[in-house]
């Protein structure tokens, strides 16, 4: 049975009166700072093969602590020398523009790496509740992201519907790099437990590591793997709108995290002019793609690729056709070559940065704030 809290944050439309859309940063990353953080919230069991396997960390280090884009020069950090895994510091930085009203956790926490299933899933658990009891308990201005043992779809749905009674938790994490496509039928059980509680899911860079991390083999540097995120990314939007995903779960809200948006146009053309060739092979998609992608999916405005030029971001909503499909995030404490804020620079239009700050995340978050502050 759905609570009245999920009930609630399906049927909002607009803010109540005296209150206004929030400010949302989309896409931030608490780090856990160690794995035995994690044994106050395993059981007797998995804390006991834990620490039999000498607390082996599952630190994704998709960026290499040394490198420029793993955290900004002026985060505050622990005595490690690690930004982000202290809540304190995170509220100081993140909150510090007098501009951010509410941060979504997206931990990245690699328990998808864990291949035993009943283990991804207890960590899994455990990550959330640590997220629950160290973060969000600590800032009512944070809200997070429910991490699933994503390589057993039902016990990713499970998983989904144990934490969606709590409104802290407002969206649902995948990785980019999966191992099998999310639109296969294998994974609908995410997408339907997903849709039953009324929440987004947002797929970012990173991975499962079950087989090679590009379509042809294993890079050998980080630059090529990260390159390498869109491409993913490309694939799993075609996959999802290809296999009937949206046609299957009309709800379905897609946010794809940490890999930029100006690559999108020419993807969506080219899959419409495809799609004009190859229509029966797939009869239940009833309109263009292009259609599809704008109505479900969202994407983060870091790193912004260049659309804080000039009428960048002017010429890139126009070319997506919609003013509507990004959301505005730092990618706190990961540094890239320009500050989140600076996407404001793209445009002259006022009402674009509005949608990209406040209206499209109230359409996924449902985030408000006194209309006062």
């Known amino acids: 049975m759905v609570d009245t809290a999920v009930t609630q944050r399906r049927k909002l439309a607009e803010p109540a009166p005296g209150t206004r859309a929030a400010v949302v940063d989309c896409d931030t990353h608490p780090i856990l700072p160690s794995a035995r953080d994690l044994l106050p919230y395993l059981d007797e069991y998995w804390g006991d093969q834990l620490i ?27 005595d490690n020398g690690r930004a982000s895994t202290r809540v304190e510091d995170f509220v100081a930085d993140v ?34 509740d640590w997220v629950a009891h160290e973060w969000l308990a600590q800032d009512d201005r944070l809200r997070a992201s429910i991490v699933v043992p994503q390589g057993t779809p039902e016990l990713a749905a499970a998983e989904i519907d144990h934490r969606a009674g709590d409104d802290r938790f407002v969206q649902v994490l ?10 296969r039928q294998i994974n609908w059980p995410i997408w ?11 797929i970012h860079i990173g991975g499962v590591f079950r087989q090679a991390p590009t379509s042809v083999g294993w ?8 390159v390498g995120q869109q491409a993913n990314l ?27 948006f100006k690559w999108l146009p020419p993807f969506v053309w080219k899959f419409d002019k495809l799609w004009k060739s190859y229509r029966p092979d797939m009869p239940w998609l009833d309109r263009a793609p292009s259609d599809l992608i704008r109505e479900h999916f969202r994407f983060t405005t870091a790193p912004s690729d260049g659309a804080e030029e000039l009428g960048g971001l002017d010429t890139v909503v126009d070319r997506m056709g ?11 404490p990961h540094q890239h070559t320009t500050g989140p804020h600076a996407i404001a ?12 700050y406040r209206h499209n995340a109230w359409d996924l978050y449902n985030l408000a704030v006194p209309a006062d502050e």
């Open 192 to 202: 339907e437990a997903a849709q039953r509680n009324g929440l987004p899911v947002t």
């Open 234 to 260: 490309e694939a799993q939007i075609n996959s999802i709108v290809s296999e009937g995903v949206l046609q299957k779960f009309p709800g379905t809200k897609v946010v794809v995290s940490e890999v930029g």
């Open 174 to 183: 995948l990785l980019g790099q999966s191992e099998l496509l999310y639109g």
């Open 345 to 356: 620079d793209g445009t002259s239009n006022p009402e674009v940065l509005e949608r990209i």
């Open 95 to 128: 909150f510090a523009d007098g501009r951010t009203d509410y941060a979504i956790l997206n931990c990245l926490y690699a328990v998808q790496q864990m291949h035993q299933p009943r283990r991804e899933a207890a960590h899994a658990r455990a990550l959330n």
């Open 219 to 226: 890079p050998t540097s980080y630059l090529e793997w990260y």
């Open 52 to 78: 039999g396997a000498l607390a082996p960390y599952y630190d994704p280090n998709y960026h290499p602590r040394g490198s420029r884009i793993a955290q900004l020069p002026d985060a505050r950090t622990d």
């Open 322 to 332: 919609s003013d509507r499909m990004l959301v505005y995030s730092s990618d706190y």
